[in-house]
């Protein structure tokens, strides 16, 4: 997916950066979600001391089930909760889009689930 040319993004203060949690997370739990438009799952991930929260992510292209319980994550964490549907989605699962589908952010090497992106 060839991105046209983009205008450089607006500057954000440093303190903008903090707001966001960005924390790593491992996947628990993976449902199908057949009401969903476009294919997709349900997915719960452990977030350390942030708990188990759960969302509906647009990756069912590139990824099945199987591959996906036991993955560490990148995940924003204080979003507000967004309703899908029929399920509510508690963070936001970052990932990068491409033709073929949106391929999750990889961690290097495992942390601590609740690590925050730094």
């Known amino acids: 997916m060839a991105e046209p040319h983009l ?6 203060a440093w303190e903008d950066f903090l707001r966001m949690h960005m924390v790593a997370g491992t996947i628990t739990r993976v449902e ?3 009401e969903a438009r476009k294919p997709a799952w349900k997915v719960w991930a452990d977030f350390g001391p942030y708990g188990e929260k759960k969302t509906s992510a647009q990756i069912a292209a590139l990824y099945s089930a199987a591959d996906l319980v036991g ?3 990148v995940g924003v964490i204080n979003f507000p909760p967004k309703q899908i549907g029929p399920f509510r989605s508690e963070f936001l699962l970052t990932g990068f889009p491409t033709d073929e589908g949106v391929v999750l952010t990889a961690l290097e090497r495992p942390v601590p689930n609740g690590t925050r992106l730094a």
């Open 71 to 73: 993955r560490q994550i």
């Open 32 to 34: 199908a979600f057949p």
């Open 7 to 12: 205008p450089p993004p607006a500057d954000l």
